[in-house]
């Protein structure tokens, strides 16, 4: 099946400084990949949708200015967690979704968790 | 709008016995609909969806759900659980291109021997 690998699966880091998540599919071209956050005991919430090659699109409350997305390549996209505090700890999670075909399925990555001390 | 709401957190239930979680949906456009599984640090698995068409969907690992629009629910249910079920139950529900999944907070199922 479609495999999504997520970079690192946790990180502890300083208040101040940035950190950066690497989501890749394995065995197909995401030509969309979705960033999720989750907190403790809390649903999974959609943060931004990036297609390959384009803007990401961030929703409502989300600051892009924070939390930077590249989708460089059908394979890989990024989130950076910029000027990181306590506050932005949380489990992050990444999706990818193969071509039009599958339109509607996202494959998962197992998760980043972000301490921020 | 779309939400999704998933009633009990925490289900236990013994081995051999039947599992049923519930999912409650609100749309404003037709739904579809999903159960994903999530095992302690892996990624979200997808069990089952429902598009269009038939209304009882069947997944993997001896799982079912069935939509029903008066009720608007689509609840996951299996009627033998396993020890290995023991996991994170998350419904989902997006529009048809799925665009955007609105997940609901995850119902944690136990399983006892």
């Known amino acids: 099946g479609a495999v999504v690998s997520q970079h690192p699966s946790r990180v502890i880091c300083k208040s101040g400084t940035s950190v950066k998540i690497e989501c890749r599919s394995l065995?197909?071209?995401?030509?969309?990949m979705f960033w999720y956050r989750q907190f403790p005991k809390q649903s999974l919430m959609l943060m931004a949708t990036s297609n390959e090659g384009s803007k990401a699109t961030y929703e409502q409350g989300v600051e892009k200015d924070k939390f930077l997305i590249n989708h460089a390549s059908l394979t890989l996209s990024t989130l950076t967690v910029t000027s990181a505090h306590p506050e932005d700890s949380s489990f992050y999670i990444c999706s990818a979704r193969p071509g039009r075909a599958s339109l509607n399925i996202q494959y998962f990555g197992a998760g980043t968790r972000l301490s921020v001390l | 709008a779309q939400s999704v709401t998933q009633l009990g957190s925490h289900v236990s239930v013994s081995e051999g016995a039947l599992v049923l979680l519930r999912c409650n949906y609100s749309?404003?456009?037709?739904?579809?609909l999903f159960w994903y599984v999530q095992y302690p640090n892996q990624g979200l698995q997808l069990l089952l969806k429902y598009t269009t068409g038939a209304t009882l969907v069947k997944g993997i690992n001896g799982f079912e759900a069935e939509f029903k629009k008066s009720e608007t629910s689509f609840h996951l249910t299996k009627p033998s659980a396993h020890m290995s079920d023991a996991a994170e139950y998350f419904c989902a529900v997006s529009d048809r291109y799925g665009n955007k999944l609105v997940f609901g907070a995850g119902t944690i199922l136990r399983v006892k021997s």
């Open positions: 749309s404003s456009v037709p739904p579809y």
């Open positions: 065995d197909f071209q995401a030509t969309t």
